[in-house]
């Protein structure tokens, strides 16, 4: 479980901001009941211990953290400056979900996020539902929560982002995966 303002820890973000990334970023919700925190702390980790040639280190983003970014001039100034992001007329909010995804190595968690990231092409969207029908728009994936434990989700988003990246991961699927079925769709997992 993690404390509050850990994902806005100073040193984790100056490092982000200030190594190579990796070449995407990934943005996931859920529908269900999971503490989509949690989730995203450890993916992050998941994707911290595999790092492909070359990345930096992933961060974590969640509501709380984005929120608090939003509403801190100086770091949100100098995420938009380092995402090169124009002006816009969306609120700090959304900018800030949509500079940090541009940027890569951004596991970014919530709704929000998901909806923010729909028009980026570098970002891995992940809905975690078991509802086939209350998206109008298609993630790359789609997982029933229902057929997979928290720490296989882990595993499957984390290793599924490493494939997309690797530009080894399938085209987005328009169906729910399920777990034969994941295995079928997924390529041999990055050794790390």
Do not use: Y
């Not at 541009?102 to 996020?113: I, P």
């Not at 092409?121 to 975690?128: A, D, H, N, T």
């Amino acid at each position: 479980m993690h404390t509050p303002g850990e994902l806005l820890d100073n040193a984790r973000l100056e490092n982000w901001l200030g190594h190579s990334r990796w070449p995407g970023s990934l943005a996931f919700a859920t529908t269900c009941s999971c503490d989509v925190s949690r989730l995203g702390i450890e993916i992050r980790d998941r994707l911290n211990a595999k790092r492909i040639a070359n990345t930096g280190e992933a961060i974590a983003f969640d509501r709380e953290a984005i929120r608090r970014l939003a509403g801190n001039p100086i770091w949100r100034s100098r995420i938009l400056a380092a995402s090169g992001a124009a002006a816009s007329s969306a609120c700090d909010f959304e900018r800030i979900i949509r500079s940090a995804a541009s940027l890569g190595g951004a596991v970014l968690a919530g709704q929000s996020c998901l909806e923010a990231t729909r028009d980026l092409s570098g970002v891995f969207r992940v809905l975690v539902s078991n509802c086939g029908d209350c998206r109008s728009d298609e993630p790359a994936m789609h997982l029933d929560p229902d057929r997979f434990s928290t720490d296989s989700l882990v595993h499957v988003i984390a290793d599924s982002f490493v494939d997309w990246c690797l530009g080894r991961m399938p085209e987005p699927a328009s169906k729910v995966l399920r777990p034969k079925e994941f295995a079928r769709v997924s390529m041999v997992p990055v050794s790390a």
